[in-house]
C-alpha cells in the first residue's frame, strides 16, 4: 500500500480522481434496522415504521428507510484501502461539504457504497484537508440514493 505524507499537497494531488472506487460489500436494510434508527432519534414517522399502514398508503408499498439511517452506515461499506496517508499527530472528521438524499432505500434493499477523493488541500496553518465523495446506491441501480462528501483534517 502506499503511503503519502499527511503534509506533502503535491505527491497527495494523485490520490484526486474523477474515477471512483471499487464497490463496497452489499447489506440488507432490514426493518429491524430501521425500527431501531426510530428507536434512536425519535422518527418514527409511518412511512418508516408500519408496514401495514405502508401497503396501502406510501407509494412505495412498503416501508423506507431514513435518509440519515443510510448515511451512518457508510462506515459499514468502506473498501480496502489502496493509500494510507501517514505522519500526522491527529486526524479529524472536519465535516461535509454536500449531503444529498437523491433516491429511496426500501426495506429489504441491498446497498453498497464507493468513493473517491475529489479534494486535497492545504489551509493557511498547514493541516490538509481531505475531501472524499461517497455514493450509497441500491443494489442495481445507477442512480444513488445518498451523495455525501466528507471532509477529514490532518495535522
Not at 440488507?28 to 405502508?54: K, N, S, V
Not at 500526522?88 to 449531503?99: A, H, I, W
Request: include cysteine; charged fraction near 20%; charge should be negative.
Amino acid at each position: 500500500m502506499k503511503q503519502y505524507q499527511y503534509n506533502d499537497i503535491d505527491t497527495l494531488q494523485e490520490i484526486v480522481s474523477e474515477e471512483f472506487g471499487e464497490w463496497s460489500q452489499e447489506l440488507e436494510i432490514t426493518q429491524g434496522m430501521i425500527d431501531q434508527f426510530a428507536e434512536l432519534t425519535g422518527d418514527d414517522y409511518w412511512l418508516h415504521t408500519d408496514p401495514d399502514r405502508c401497503k396501502g398508503q406510501s407509494p412505495f408499498g412498503c416501508t423506507i428507510a431514513h435518509g440519515f439511517l443510510t448515511l451512518v452506515l457508510l462506515p459499514k461499506l468502506t473498501v480496502a484501502q489502496t493509500h494510507e496517508v501517514v505522519g500526522f499527530n491527529n486526524m479529524l472528521n472536519y465535516g461535509s461539504n454536500k449531503l444529498r438524499f437523491t433516491g429511496t432505500v426500501m426495506v429489504n434493499n441491498k446497498i453498497h457504497a464507493r468513493s473517491r477523493v475529489k479534494e486535497v488541500i492545504q489551509t493557511p496553518k498547514g493541516q490538509t484537508i481531505v475531501t472524499m465523495e461517497q455514493h450509497v446506491n441500491v443494489v442495481g441501480q445507477d442512480r444513488p440514493a445518498v451523495i455525501y462528501e466528507l471532509m477529514f483534517m490532518y495535522m
